[in-house]
Structure formats: structure tokens, C-alpha cells
């Protein structure tokens, strides 16, 4: 495998980056526009390009950068979900000093980076190795054989997807979607009874944003019951795979357990589609977890995917006047706890 080196980095204008065409919907423009909405002190997405020397373009890095509070510098961290660097493998030595250019130019402090599991793995070299923690798994749903998708759950979740199906329960798998406010509606009362943070409160924004991005897909499962909705999944379409990204269910909804209905729904499309898999995603905040353990059970010979985080310092002397500290341990960068 070639690790390339001497890379030099440089900012993709907004207009040349809505015309890149990724494979994941997490690095597209319209993706980043959208989770900057929810981001603390969100200033700008960007999209950095690292090129080799005669290689032409290496990898993509997509960023929100953030103002720190009260002071002249900037943080960056990677959108919501799973993001990273994606093209072709780079090595440490060649990446961090590029990366860290670019940082100082912009007086970016500290870089909270995700991996993305749906990528091979292949950039955990190109992180700091001091840096990188396995925060956790999440789970990848192959379904690229649709006759397995019902025999390969476990039991009991066999069961509930059949029990939602005779219960009366109707669903609908879509990606033509303009409005998302019923879908809203089941996810604030699912974060209620979360108990949620404050984040998890998307305003109204955020859903007219994502009803109308232009440069990724979405699938929108909604289940119901007497023509109510009782339960949403909200997915995002890109390249060979699925990726769940909001589930929203009513109390009624819950007690009829349809959520694994609107799962299963979601994986048949996958395989309908052509996808190689469906990704459900990890525990809550990366966790090993029930939730972890519940969506493992869709596919429980399928081996859990790594996910790892990268806590980067790229200046050391304003990171300790701001953090008070030079530990990377806990929440990264602590400012943001």
C-alpha cells in the first residue's frame, strides 16, 4: 500500500466543492452547511485537499471551523457522524505537517477529527498516534444478499419486525421529501423522553435545510398506525452504503415496536438499491451500550466496525492558555464540554 508524502494542503472553494462528487454524504458541502447549523460558535465549513507531489489530488478533509469564545483563535472538529480524511492512504509524517500549516494560518488551535467505519480504516495512520482513541464500534448491515435480511436477525428481533407487521402497522420508504415537520415532530418527543442535551434540539432550520439538500440523498421510512406516523428513520444515501442518520417514534409507536420495522424496511431498500450494506451506527456518543447491542442485533455475524477519534493539539502554548491545561483526556477540546 502506498503511503504518500509531501503533501501540501489548500482550501476548496464552496462552489468547486458542491461539484465534487463523494461517495459518503458526509463530506459534501450541503452536509456540512447543515451540521454547522446546530455547532456552537460555528463560523464556516471547509473543505481541505492535500496533493502529492505529481500525484495529483491525494484525500479530502471536510471541517466546521468554530471561534473560540473570548479569545482570536479557532477550533475545527468533523461534521456530525463519520467523516476523516477520504481518497488515498497517507502517512503521518506526511499529513500532520501539511494539516498543521494550514492550521496556523487560520489560527486553529485543536482538531477533534471522526474516523468514518465505512472507510476501510485506512487513515488511522494519518492520525496523531498520541491523539487517536477507539471510542468504540458501530455496526455495518450487509445487504448485498436480500434473502438473508429477515433469517440473518436475531431472534427476538425476528420476532418484533414480524409482531410490528401483524399488529396493523403500515410503512413507507421515500426519497422524494420537501417536508420533514412530522418527522420533527416524532424526534423531539423521542429526545424528550432521552432526556437529551440541548444539542439534539434541531431547531426548524435544520430540517428545511436537510428537506433541501441538492448534493446528497435522503430516505425517509415513516411507520404507521390508523394514518398517524408513529415512527420516522431518517437515512443518507452514499456510494454502496446506508446510513442511518435520525429515528424519531412515538410512545405508541415504541410499545408497538415499530422502529425495527422502519430498520428493516430501510435495509430491504438498501438491497433493493443495489447497496452493499446499511450502517446503524454505534452506541450513544460512541459507547459500547444497549443501544450498541440492539442494532448489532439486525446482523449478529456481521464483526463490528472500529470507530476511532483524532484529538489533535496544533498549538500547543494557545491550548494551554485557553484549556488551562495541556491533557487531551475527556471531552475534546474541553471548551466544548
Given amino acids: 500500500m502506498t503511503l504518500y508524502e509531501d503533501l501540501t494542503v489548500r482550501e476548496v472553494g464552496f462552489a468547486e466543492w458542491s461539484r465534487l462528487d463523494f461517495d459518503s454524504p458526509y463530506y459534501t458541502k450541503s452536509y456540512c452547511d447543515i451540521s454547522g447549523i446546530v455547532e456552537p460558535d460555528f463560523v464556516a465549513p471547509v473543505c481541505?485537499?492535500?496533493?502529492?507531489?505529481?500525484?495529483?489530488?491525494?484525500?479530502?478533509?471536510?471541517?466546521l471551523l468554530r471561534k473560540v469564545p473570548g479569545t482570536p483563535y479557532f477550533d475545527a472538529t468533523s461534521p456530525y457522524g463519520y467523516g476523516g480524511l477520504r481518497g488515498d492512504p497517507v502517512s503521518i509524517e506526511s499529513f500532520e505537517p501539511a494539516f498543521a500549516q494550514w492550521a496556523s494560518r487560520n489560527n486553529v488551535i485543536a482538531a477533534f477529527l471522526r474516523s468514518d467505519p465505512t472507510n476501510g480504516q485506512q487513515y488511522r495512520l494519518a492520525h496523531s498516534a498520541s491523539g487517536l482513541v477507539q471510542l468504540g464500534s458501530t455496526v455495518l448491515w450487509p445487504t448485498d444478499d436480500p434473502g438473508s435480511l429477515m433469517s440473518g436477525m436475531k431472534k427476538k428481533h425476528r420476532q418484533y419486525t414480524r409482531k410490528a407487521r401483524r399488529s396493523g402497522l403500515t410503512v413507507c420508504a421515500r426519497q422524494e421529501v420537501q417536508d420533514l415537520q412530522s418527522f420533527a415532530d416524532l424526534y423531539s418527543t423521542s429526545m424528550k423522553r432521552l432526556n437529551a442535551s440541548e444539542y439534539y434540539g434541531f431547531g426548524q432550520s435544520y430540517w428545511d435545510a436537510l428537506a433541501s439538500a441538492d448534493d446528497f440523498d435522503l430516505l425517509l421510512v415513516e411507520v404507521a398506525f390508523d394514518g398517524e406516523i408513529v415512527c420516522g428513520l431518517i437515512c443518507l444515501v452514499g456510494g454502496e452504503t446506508l446510513h442511518a442518520h435520525l429515528l424519531g417514534t412515538s410512545d405508541a409507536g415504541r410499545d408497538m415496536k415499530a422502529n425495527y420495522l422502519a430498520y428493516y424496511t430501510a435495509a430491504e431498500w438498501s438491497a433493493t438499491n443495489g447497496l452493499a450494506n446499511f450502517h446503524l451506527g454505534g452506541g450513544f456518543g460512541g459507547e459500547e451500550s444497549d443501544l450498541l447491542e440492539w442494532k448489532a442485533g439486525f446482523c449478529p455475524a456481521a464483526p463490528l466496525a472500529d470507530f476511532s477519534v483524532s484529538k489533535m493539539v496544533l498549538n500547543q502554548h494557545a491550548y494551554i492558555e485557553v484549556a488551562g491545561t495541556a491533557s487531551t483526556e475527556g471531552y475534546f477540546p474541553p471548551w466544548r464540554s
Fill in 48 to 63: 481541505l485537499e492535500f496533493r502529492g507531489d505529481a500525484t495529483g489530488i491525494v484525500a479530502h478533509l471536510p471541517l
